[in-house]
C-alpha cells in the first residue's frame, strides 16, 4: 500500500511539474513572439534599402513572380559561418572580364566576390560557362581570404550590395520541387552570421542563367550555362 502511495505521489509530483513549466512557457512567449515579430520587422527593413537600389534584379524576377516588397519574406534561417579563413589575395584585377561586377566595401576593408567561382571567363576559354557551385568570397584587405557562403546546383547567387559597413546582402534563388523562389541572405562579415529570407512565393518557369546574361555584360554566356 505504502508503495502504491508512493507511486501515486509521483505521478502526481510529475503532472504539477510539468504544468509548471507549461505555464512559464506560456508566460515567456509573448516575449519571445514580441522579439522575432521585431527582427522580422528589421529583415524587412533591410530588404526594402536593398531592392530599392537593385531594381533591375526585383524587375527581373517580377516578370515571373509579380511585384515584391521586404514584407513578402519570410525569414527562415539564421546561423553562425564557418569563414574557412586562409591567406589568398583576390585574384580579380583590373582587365579581368568580372572586375567591374565585384563589391567594394565602402570604407576600403576588401572586396566581396560572388561571381568567380560560378563563371568560368578565362581568357583560354573560346566560351565562357556557368559551374554548378555558387561562391560568396569576402576577400579582405589584410591579404586573407573567407568564404562566406557556399551553394551546390540547386540555386544561385545572382546579385549583391553593401548594406553598410557591417552587412552585405545576396539576391539570389533556390530551385525547390515547386519551382524557383528568390531568396536573400544578409551576412553579418564582422560577427560571421547570416540570416536567409524566401519569398513567399514561387516560379515553376524561370531560366536559372536569365540574371546573369543580363547583369554580366562583360561575359558572353548565352551560348552555354547550368
Not at 576588401?110 to 560568396?136: C, H, M, R, W
Request: proline share 5%; net charge negative.
Amino acid at each position: 500500500m505504502k508503495g502504491s502511495f508512493n507511486y501515486l505521489g509521483a505521478v502526481i509530483f510529475g503532472i504539477f511539474f510539468i504544468s509548471c513549466e507549461r505555464g512559464e512557457t506560456t508566460q515567456e512567449s509573448p516575449l519571445a513572439d514580441e522579439k522575432q515579430a521585431n527582427d522580422l520587422e528589421r529583415f524587412h527593413s533591410k530588404v526594402d534599402s536593398v531592392l530599392m537600389v537593385k531594381t533591375a534584379w526585383i524587375n527581373h524576377w517580377s516578370e515571373s513572380v509579380g511585384m515584391m516588397d521586404g514584407a513578402d519574406f519570410e525569414l527562415i534561417l539564421t546561423d553562425s559561418i564557418d569563414p574557412m579563413e586562409m591567406p589568398e589575395a583576390n585574384p580579380i584585377k583590373e582587365g579581368d572580364p568580372l572586375f567591374p561586377y565585384q563589391f567594394l566595401h565602402p570604407k576600403g576593408k576588401g572586396t566581396i566576390d560572388i561571381y568567380q567561382y560560378k563563371v568560368e571567363a578565362q581568357e583560354i576559354l573560346d566560351q565562357p560557362f556557368l559551374n554548378p557551385d555558387s561562391e560568396v568570397i569576402w576577400y579582405r584587405a589584410d591579404g586573407m581570404k573567407e568564404r562566406l557562403l557556399f551553394m551546390g546546383p540547386s540555386g544561385m547567387f545572382e546579385d549583391g550590395f553593401w548594406l553598410n559597413e557591417k552587412e552585405f546582402v545576396v539576391l539570389g534563388y533556390f530551385q525547390e520541387e515547386q519551382g524557383f523562389r528568390p531568396m536573400v541572405w544578409v551576412i553579418d562579415v564582422v560577427n560571421h552570421r547570416f540570416s536567409q529570407l524566401r519569398l513567399n512565393k514561387g516560379t515553376e518557369s524561370y531560366l536559372p542563367e536569365s540574371y546573369l546574361d543580363k547583369k554580366l555584360k562583360a561575359v558572353d554566356l548565352t551560348s552555354n550555362g547550368i
